[in-house]
């Protein structure tokens, strides 16, 4: 690129940048011509890249990031415990039927973390992630949990085929496949 620029030269450090203002003019004008800038290679090197941030800097390859999201967590797993209408035991909020907690892009992470998601895998030798070799295996990828409006979804499900429950099971990317008298969380 620096042979068409005059007066400007661009360095290593200038690419990754590129790559984000991509990202931010698509998602602004829906003009996506600069990001063919880029070759299919550099782009899959610009999401390990991100990967290996996330994960290492923020996520469940960071040994205090699940201590880090665990208050989040401990906070909406004590109201979904309690349940509608009730009280948190030495608590002073009484939720609604809707109970609903936000957190944005980059506190996911450590949400993540806390959870217990991607913190190991199937397959052997998925994590932790390589610092030098991506593996295509790999379920954690940072642009499809830290991206432009992402989300963690955490719902109370409750199963009442025989009545309301107490108990409350957690249920990763999944929908419970029996119902008994039991609530689960699901996490999508």
Sequence with gaps: LNR???????????????????????????????????TESEWLEYE??????????????NPIAAATGYPWVKAVTDLFNVGPGK??????????SLIMGFTHDNNLPP??????LWNTSSSRGVYPLSLKTPDARREFRSSYLVAFRGYVAIERLACTRNGPSDTVKHIANQFPLTASTDSYVRVR
């Design 48 to 61: 390990y890249a991100h990967d290996l941030n996330y994960y290492y800097g923020a996520g469940p390859g």
């Design 111 to 116: 949400v993540v973390a806390a959870l217990g």
């Design 87 to 96: 009280t948190v035991n030495g608590g002073s909020l009484t939720p609604p």
């Design 4 to 38: 068409y620029l005059d007066g400007l030269t661009l360095t290593a450090s200038d690419i990754g940048v590129m790559q984000d203002l991509c990202g931010f003019q698509a998602e602004v004008s829906g003009d996506t011509r600069f990001c063919d800038v880029f």
